[in-house]
């Protein structure tokens, strides 16, 4: 019978590989060789230029454009990812919203890139973004300001690195991932990977490794996950559901506040990280037992 428990930590190790595969319906399915950025300046000309009816883009009242898409994406040659915003315009440029409505959007490099403001939703509810490269990238790559996923699945086919491979990266700086949904399939790796800061409020979570809370020594950060009291996000991890870098003196950090964590071990560390002291875990749902690992028996 499975137990469950309320805390704490355990140390492992990482790495393996996969094989990629996605399919489509051929009638519903643009291929393109590279591509294309989204701003609040491109038009549905634009678009149809780069994937004739495979998306349309639509003003709102509030500031905020709407990209939705009509057919399935595949960009098959390792050019360029499908980016959104611009990073030089800043913080205050208009979010734009991205509607899988079901649709997929594959690539054999990094699928998707925010270099601005980004909210990933999905209106029908079988929507996804897949990196199908089988190297050391993602699926959707975190470099801008605010992202928002609501929705949708995330599926990383990539070579099998806790270090490197990830259904979502958020890169260090100005970053900020907000997860109230969705389905984040890390298979041989790790689900989301962060040197910026990650707030997890919902979600499935599911690989080798579920997140990983990551250092950048040329940029003297690290990763800051967090798991609110409230929080639904169910992780279901091969290995371990959390797992801290370091390099130097600087390591990750992770907050489980709320959340349900399935894996055989709760912790685990790259580099010099020390889980002890870069792990808080003041609440949640454990399958591993974590006893020996409470601090002062708490």
């Not at 399935?72 to 315009?89: C, K, L, M, Q, W």
């Not at 390591?251 to 020390?274: E, M």
Request: charge should be negative; hydrophobic fraction near 40%.
């Amino acid at each position: 019978m499975k137990r469950k428990y309320l805390f704490f930590l355990i140390a492992a190790a990482m790495i393996l590989t996969i094989a990629p595969t996605v399919s489509f319906a051929a009638a519903d399915t643009v291929e393109v060789s590279r591509g294309m950025s989204f701003t609040k300046d491109t038009t549905n000309a634009d678009i149809n230029e780069w994937a004739e009816g495979a998306a349309t883009i639509e003003a709102s009242d509030d500031g905020t454009y709407t990209v939705t898409l009509k057919k399935n994406i595949s960009i098959t040659s390792a050019v360029t990812p499908i980016t959104f915003g611009v990073y030089n315009d800043g913080p205050d440029q208009s979010m734009i919203i991205l509607d899988l409505n079901g649709y997929t959007v594959s690539s054999v490099i990094t699928v998707l890139c925010n270099y601005g403001n980004l909210t990933i939703k999905d209106s029908v509810g079988t929507g996804k973004v897949v990196y199908t490269g089988g190297k050391y990238l993602c699926a959707v790559q975190c470099a801008g300001y605010d992202t928002i996923i609501n929705a949708g699945t995330f599926e990383c086919q990539g070579a099998g690195s806790a270090t490197y491979n990830a259904a979502v990266n958020v890169t260090y700086g100005m970053s900020n991932l907000i997860v109230n949904g969705g389905t984040f399939e890390g298979n041989n790796a790790g689900a989301i990977i962060a040197y910026g800061k990650v707030t997890i409020n919902g979600g499935e979570i599911n690989g080798a490794y579920g997140v990983v809370s990551k250092t950048n020594t040329s940029q003297n950060g690290a990763g800051q996950i967090t798991f609110p009291t409230d929080s639904t996000a169910v992780i279901n991890a091969d290995k371990i559901a959390f797992v801290i870098h370091a390099a130097g003196e600087l390591q990750g950090q992770i907050y489980a506040q709320g959340g349900t964590f399935n894996a055989p071990a709760v912790a685990g560390s790259l580099g010099n990280a020390d889980p002890q002291t870069a792990i808080s875990a003041t609440g949640g749902v454990y399958s591993a037992d974590p006893t020996s690992f409470v601090k002062n028996n708490e």
